[in-house]
C-alpha cells in the first residue's frame, strides 16, 4: 500500500543510525541511538503546497497561485533530512513501517551535506 500527503503534509521516517560510530568499537544502545537522533527524519513524499488563508498578512514570501487558490510552496523534496519536534508528528504507519505525517509548516530545519 502506498500512501500520499493530502495538500500541506510531508510523509517522513525517523532517521536510523548506526550502532557504532565511524572508526570506534563502542557498541551504542538502542535507547542512545534513538536520543541522539531524536527530531530528525528523512522525507518519504511531500503533499501539494498549503493554501495560504491570509495572503497579504502572511510571513511567507513562497507563494505561487493555482487556478484561483494562492498556496506556499513545499520547503523540500523526498529523500532530504528535516528537523523537527518529536510532537509535531502524528503516525501513519502502514505495515511495519514506522512513518509520520506532518505539516509542512513545521518543519523546523533542512539538513544539508556540505
Known amino acids: 500500500m502506498r500512501l500520499s500527503p493530502a495538500r500541506g503534509l510531508v510523509l517522513v521516517k525517523p532517521v536510523e543510525t548506526q550502532e557504532t560510530f565511524e572508526g570506534s568499537s563502542i557498541v ?12 530528525q ?5 511531500v503533499g501539494k503546497g498549503a493554501v495560504c488563508k491570509d495572503y497579504f498578512d502572511c510571513p511567507r514570501s513562497d507563494h505561487t497561485t493555482d487556478r484561483s487558490d494562492v498556496i506556499h510552496l513545499p ?25 509520520y505525517l506532518a505539516r509542512q509548516e513545521h518543519i523546523s530545519a533542512v539538513v544539508e551535506s556540505s
Open 28 to 39: 551504542l544502545l538502542p535507547e542512545t541511538r534513538n536520543r541522539l537522533t531524536l527530531g
Open 41 to 45: 527524519f528523512e522525507v518519504v513524499a
Open 75 to 99: 520547503p523540500v523534496v523526498a529523500g532530504e533530512w528535516v528537523l523537527m519536534h518529536f510532537r509535531d508528528v502524528m503516525p501513519a504507519a502502514l505495515d511495519e513501517e514506522r512513518t
